[in-house]
């Protein structure tokens, strides 16, 4: 019995000292890169400020950019699933949209050098953390994706639109408009999320939304407007 014992208790000690080893690890990345910045510091810096071997780094992260990714990665979990959850179905469709991202230029505008540099790591990297970092960037896009086949059923979107490939337009629209908050001296939230809401009101404006009906369906056979328009400039090609 007490062998069996032993065997119980040595892998969960194996896991905790596991998960220690990595919490030493992110708070020695974010005050080493914070005190130093991201472009100076190093990973044997790191290892030595969470009294840490220089290899065993490497059994969390590929490199100096996943180490940084640490410092989001479960962060941004957690704020999908308390962004989406603050969003209150009844409310016109954009208001929806502004207080999801909302949560995220909090979060994001907290340490806007980090998340600079995170935001220009991530976009062409490839490792332990940075995949699962974009794992995340996709469950953004699902819920987003979700509110707007919501807002569907409730005839407050399109619904000739597929809300995957707008999701990602809406996302993409976000992605951009933070970077831009985030480029500022002292980034402004509240005028970020006000700049955003007037490109999803544009994207959600009843004239843009009824386009691609009237473009699919004509009873009497003429074309509309934008079509003549297009075939005027096909025949101008031609």
């Known amino acids: 019995m007490g062998q069996v014992s032993i065997d119980?208790?040595?892998?969960?000690?194996?896991?905790?000292?596991?998960?220690?080893?990595?919490?030493?690890?992110?708070?020695?990345?974010?005050?080493?890169?914070?005190?130093?910045g991201f472009e100076v510091a190093t990973v044997r810096e790191v290892a030595a400020a969470a009294d840490v071997a220089f290899g065993t780094v490497f059994l969390y992260a590929k490199d100096k950019q996943d180490l940084l990714f640490l410092l989001f990665e479960d962060d941004l979990t957690d704020l999908s699933e308390l962004a989406f959850d603050k969003v209150d179905g009844a409310v016109p469709f954009v208001d929806q949209l502004v207080t999801y991202f909302a949560e995220f230029y909090l979060f994001f505008t907290q340490t806007p050098q980090l998340s600079r540099d995170m935001l220009r790591e991530i976009t062409f990297?490839?490792?332990?953390?940075?995949?699962?970092?974009?794992?995340?960037?996709?469950?953004?896009?699902?819920h987003i994706a979700e509110l707007i086949a919501h807002a569907q059923e409730k005839?407050?979107?399109?619904?000739?639109?597929d809300p995957d490939v707008l999701a990602h337009i809406i996302f993409s629209l976000h992605r951009t408009q933070l970077r831009f908050c985030l480029d500022e001296a002292e980034p402004d939230v509240t005028l970020s999320l006000d700049k955003l809401r007037q490109q999803f009101e544009v994207v959600f404006s009843p004239a843009k939304q009824s386009r691609v009906s009237?473009?699919?369906?004509?009873?009497?056979?003429e074309p509309t407007a934008p079509a003549r328009h297009l075939a005027q400039r096909v025949r101008l090609r031609a």
């Open 214 to 221: 009237k473009l699919r369906a004509d009873a009497t056979g």
């Open 125 to 142: 990297h490839s490792g332990l953390v940075a995949t699962r970092l974009w794992a995340g960037v996709q469950s953004q896009e699902r």
């Open 8 to 36: 119980v208790m040595v892998p969960g000690r194996r896991e905790a000292n596991k998960r220690d080893k990595l919490v030493r690890i992110r708070r020695a990345a974010r005050k080493v890169f914070l005190s130093k």
């Open 155 to 161: 005839s407050l979107v399109n619904p000739d639109f």
